[in-house]
């Protein structure tokens, strides 16, 4: 039998940086990924240029981008935080670039110099990377755990698992053999679905500032909204679907948005730029005049969808239609009907329940020597660069934890 100090399970982000930090100049460390590539959604993320991390550089606000995880990664940040990030990637020649939003991607606009950056390290370190090897079963052994793969048999003192956020409970129930308290998982990013809505039409259009909300809860979202073919995205959207997570489930992806297309603006103060405008545009078509910082398509296609006539005068807004317009620009209602992936990514809400790990080590309560990291946990974050930061900062807290007391 096989015998090794520490067992690194899943090929990920949180894998590989769990694997370095805990690899020292006296014990085996193994990396374990069941399919033939490693970081395969490092390589995908960000539109293939990985949002790395966030300019949040405050552990308390830091923590609040977090629907689940928020008080547990508060701690874990005061350990590896965001400037952490940005300084072990630059201090091994990846520079990195914040953009206008605070997303931080590298310098040279690719996933691709962190992957190598991820795999050198773990090659100067002495790593170990096996892949096609999935793990079967983890067991409990006397001197600390027994995998088996589809080949053999693997003794090791220490495991981390990193395997991912799972979208279904049956791909976690080897976990919840081990006694583990298991947090069913349900999508956690995703676009809103418009079946037949003709604002799929606008596809490519894009409002910087909006509040969408929930009909019937207090979910809120707010920033840039895009029209897509399939209904809406955008962070905006995105910010809803990740706190709404487990509301939205129950909801079978059934429900209604409010948009307000003017950011946070009350129905007193449109009323009063409706009205100015009625005495500075006179003559004008309502259609050819849009006061507002929206895209002219929309605000057209809102007028049509109140049924504004196009031959409309500002001179003429009054009555039925300052109420149509002032419900098509900060009330306007879409029926929702499912879901899409964002881009080529999924995250997940739930996962090994935060109360079953301590968070000054990432290992668990209940089984000594057994550690976990990254999305297989119950937190996910909104976009922006944040699943990334809680994978960097759970797995060096996890590596550096496990690699203590070890000996060959």
């Not at 769990?18 to 395969?40: D, Q």
């Not at 049509?304 to 149509?324: A, F, H, I, T, V």
């Not at 900060?330 to 999924?346: A, L, M, N, W």
Request: glycine share 8%.
């Amino acid at each position: 039998m096989e015998v090794i100090d520490i067992a690194v399970i899943g090929g990920g982000a949180a894998g590989f940086f769990s694997a370095i930090h805990a690899k020292n100049n006296t014990n085996k460390v193994v990396l374990f990924e069941k399919t033939n590539k490693v970081l395969g959604k490092v390589k995908i993320s960000g539109g293939g240029r990985c949002n790395v991390t966030h300019a949040c550089f405050d552990n308390e606000d830091l923590s609040k981008f977090y629907p689940r995880g928020e008080k547990q990664l508060r701690k874990a940040f005061y350990q590896f935080n965001a400037q952490s990030t940005i300084d072990w990637y630059e201090s091994r020649g990846v520079k990195m670039k914040t953009y206008p939003d605070n997303c931080i991607f590298p310098l040279a606009n690719t996933s691709q110099v962190i992957i190598d950056c991820l795999l050198k390290e773990c090659s100067n370190k002495g790593v170990e990377i096996r892949t096609s090897a999935g793990i079967k079963s983890i067991t409990p052994s006397e001197d600390g755990f027994i995998l088996e793969t589809e080949t053999q048999q693997i003794a090791t003192k220490k495991v981390i698992i990193t395997t991912g956020g799972q979208p279904k409970m049956s791909q976690l129930t080897w976990l919840a053999d081990l006694g583990l308290k298991i947090v069913s998982p349900v999508p956690s990013l995703f676009t809103f679905n418009m079946p037949g809505n003709p604002i799929r039409d606008l596809m490519g259009n894009v409002v910087e500032q909006t509040v969408v909300k929930i009909e019937g809860t207090k979910l809120v979202g707010k920033g840039p909204l895009l029209v897509t073919h399939w209904g809406m995205s955008g962070p905006a959207i995105l910010q809803l679907s990740a706190w709404g997570a487990r509301i939205l489930e129950e909801k079978k992806y059934e429900f209604t948005t409010i948009v307000n297309w003017l950011n946070e603006m009350k129905e007193d103060e449109l009323r009063s730029i409706l009205l100015a405008n009625k005495k500075s545009q006179g003559e004008k078509m309502v259609h050819n005049a849009n006061p507002f910082v929206i895209t002219n398509k929309i605000w057209q296609f809102l007028l049509e969808k109140y049924e504004l006539p196009d031959q409309l005068r500002w001179k003429d807004l009054e009555g039925k239609s300052l109420n149509k317009l002032i419900n098509a620009l900060i009330y306007d209602r879409y029926p929702v009907s499912g879901k899409t992936t964002f881009k080529e990514e999924f995250v997940t809400a739930g996962g090994v329940s935060l109360s079953e790990i301590d968070f000054n080590t990432m290992e668990s309560k209940k089984i000594k020597g057994l550690y976990f990291a990254g999305e297989l946990l119950d937190i996910d974050g909104i976009t922006g660069g944040f699943n990334f930061q809680a994978a960097w900062t759970t797995g060096y807290i996890a590596g550096i934890n496990a690699a203590k007391n070890q000996s060959v």
